[in-house]
């Protein structure tokens, strides 16, 4: 059968792509963003050994006005994460956080931390610890997450590694390091309380230094969405013991039994701790954002905030008919549709054979609905353990790109007819396909849903966004389903002899057929390398391009005889190795000035919170969920680029924002979740006391303009 011989050595790495999503750049121990410079340091005076004072930290250098947040971040934000890898015998304890500051932004209030913060961490050295055996270090590496917020945010992160001598000392950073332990709070003597006197708390804090006495402090509970950060409150001083009174926030989430807290005056802070006394208030309902930021949002527009987007209301019979019609249209797709179409027209080559039609039909099934649950699987489990990924996951990984790119290449040339996987093949493996038809054709379902995966068709959105609230086994049972809707066509012509016969007869138009579906593969790849130029820079895209020219030529040189083919393939093998080690690195790095992309014309950066502060001051919001490697966001923006859609929405004062997915964006995840969507593209409109309302995934201008003149 056409096209078939490549699929076995083809599919096992096709097989293996979605795992290589989640490879990482090369780490380093200094990631610049737009907004912060962040730099891990090492302080460690006596060297590396048990008993030894190690520490290690990140520092956080923010552009003016920018900010990152404490351990309790207020109102709303997030603190910093850090994970850290590091050696067997090797432990790292708690942030040492430094004292926070009060950041007022309009009726919110914030803790966290402005120009330059270094967030220290002890590590234990254990005995059993054992440097490197070539260098005699200790190798630390770090992956941190921040949210970096001016009136917007900006979710960041990073990856790290140092290097730090053993058996020598480091202390070259030593002044950040002092700095930062001068500016942890000290630990009270003296017993404090806490008693609950109706919506307030009273607090009563002995054993501060008699020089504070008559200053006004500032109060920090570690506890989050207990107080009313912005709120007013009062304290005095009774002879050498502190109080205050604290009034408690309206949607309250937490009831702690004792209270951590950090008094503050001036750059220097005390901490405490005290057991609650009295009972709490019953807390409040939740709400679709968090609390206090939902109470203060409602304060600064005068209106309640926007409710919480429902899952949608989809029954389970609704969602598996949903997800058969997405599968049937991804054959449509401009990559999948040569491969289906040529497996179709291979049945004229052997029209009679009806039995084997049939079974290969069977086994094409089986390879595309095992592919989609294996690949649903991989992302329920990825996501169960606390991973933020959607559908199409896999291609947010420049390695996965320049792979599919290469594959794409390979199939584009074969098609051409520059080569023949037999002839490159011993005779006894390029035998196989004739010995083993049905693997070969479970092999070719394999491949078509590899390349069919990343795009979200039209009726699968909803249905992917439902299986994720669903058990296992349902949720496994609806991505089975879109691969019996992709398998379809290809099932229905192996099994109706009706539509076999509406097929054309063998002949010479077969070979001009299978030439010119190499151009959509060619296409394929070109769209490949402009998703990787959106991931990696025109460096990136530039080194994938060098290497699919090497790649090329390699399978030229093949194609030779004699004495010429043995010295040009080795020549050119020995160019691709080269150029892959060479270009590996710049391919699947994220350049710094990616970090934080930015939209031009009309279009803003989508960023958390941001949707939010845009309806509180009255304007509607218009958000395209998006990403380059998305076949149907693309052909979508001949919609959203209409001159008189955007009159529209300019008329009607849309804010337009754009949520770029390219790359992981775990921020972006979770908003998708929120909409009950877990794959792109999605469009929703927010309006000031509306839920949200989400569009066709292909996106029609009728339909469009239609939702804006509602609003």
Known sequence: MIFSRQLKALCIAACALPLLALAQSSAKSVVTTEHVRAELMAYAPDGVAPGRQVWVGLQLAHQPEWHTYWKNSGDSGLPTQLQWTLPAGVTAGDIAWPVPRKISIGRLANYGYEGAVLL?????????????????????????????????????????????????TTALNAPAFQAS????????????????????????????????????????????????????????????????????????????????????????????????????????????????????????????????????????????????????ILNLMPCVFPILAIKVVGFTQHASDRRGHRIAGLAYTAGVVASFAALGALMLALRAAGEQLGWGFQLQSPAVVGALAALFTLIGLNLAGLFEFGAFLPVSVASLEARHPVVNAF???????????????????????????????????????????????????????????????????????????????????????????????????????????????????????????????????????????????????????????????????????????????????????????????????????????LDDLKAKNVALLRADWTRREPAITQALAQLGRNGVPVYVFYKKGSAPVVLSEVLGVAELRSAIAKL
């Open 120 to 168: 220290p961490v002890p590590l234990t050295i254990a005995p059993d610890f054992k440097p490197s055996l070539l260098g005699s270090e200790l190798q630390v590496k770090l992956k941190a997450q921040w949210l970096v917020c001016r009136l917007e945010c900006v979710p960041e992160e990073g990856e790290f590694s140092l290097a730090i001598p053993a058996r020598s």
């Open 181 to 328: 332990f001068q500016s942890q709070p000290k630990a009270i003597t003296g017993e404090s309380r806490v008693q609950i006197e109706g919506n307030a708390l009273k607090v009563s804090v002995p054993g501060l230094p008699p020089a504070l006495q008559g200053k006004t402090l500032e109060f920090f509970p570690e506890t989050s969405e207990v107080i009313e950060t912005a709120a007013k409150w009062t304290q005095a001083w009774q002879g050498d013991l502190w109080t205050a009174q604290v009034p408690l926030s309206p949607q309250r989430a937490n009831s702690p039994a004792v209270m951590a807290m950090v008094l503050v005056a001036g750059e220097q802070g005390w901490r405490t701790e005290a057991k609650v006394a009295g009972e709490w208030p019953v807390l409040a309902a939740p709400t679709g954002v968090a609390p206090a930021l939902a109470a203060a949002l409602s304060g600064n527009a005068g209106a309640s905030a926007v409710p919480a987007m429902p899952a949608p209301s989809l029954t389970l019979v609704a969602a598996l008919l949903g997800a058969l019609l997405g599968g049937l």
């Open 443 to 645: 092999l070719s379902g394999v491949l078509a849903v590899a390349i069919a995966s990343p795009c979200t068709a039209p009726f699968m959105g909803a249905s992917l966004g439902f299986a994720l609230g669903l058990p296992a086994a349902q949720a496994l049972l609806l991505f089975a389903v879109i691969g019996v809707g992709m398998a379809l066509p290809y099932l229905a012509a192996s099994w109706i002899p009706a539509i076999a016969r509406l097929l054309p007869r063998p002949g010479v138009w077969m070979v001009t057929f299978r030439r010119l579906m190499a151009f959509p593969m060619f296409a394929t790849v070109a769209w490949l390398v402009w998703v990787l130029g959106q991931q990696s820079g025109i460096d990136g895209a530039g080194a994938l391009l060098a290497l699919l020219v090497a790649l090329s030529m390699v399978v030229w040189a093949f194609t030779l005889r004699g004495r010429a083919r043995m010295v040009l393939a080795s020549v050119s093998m020995a160019i691709l190795a080269v150029l892959a080690w060479a270009a590996a690195p710049v391919i699947t790095r994220m350049p710094e000035q990616q970090a934080a992309r930015s939209e031009s014309g009309p279009w803003q950066a989508w960023a958390p919170g941001r949707v939010e502060q845009l309806l509180a001051s009255g304007q509607p919001v218009f958000v395209d969920f998006t990403a380059a490697w998305c076949v149907t966001c693309q052909y979508n923006k001949t919609t959203l680029e209409r001159r008189d859609v």
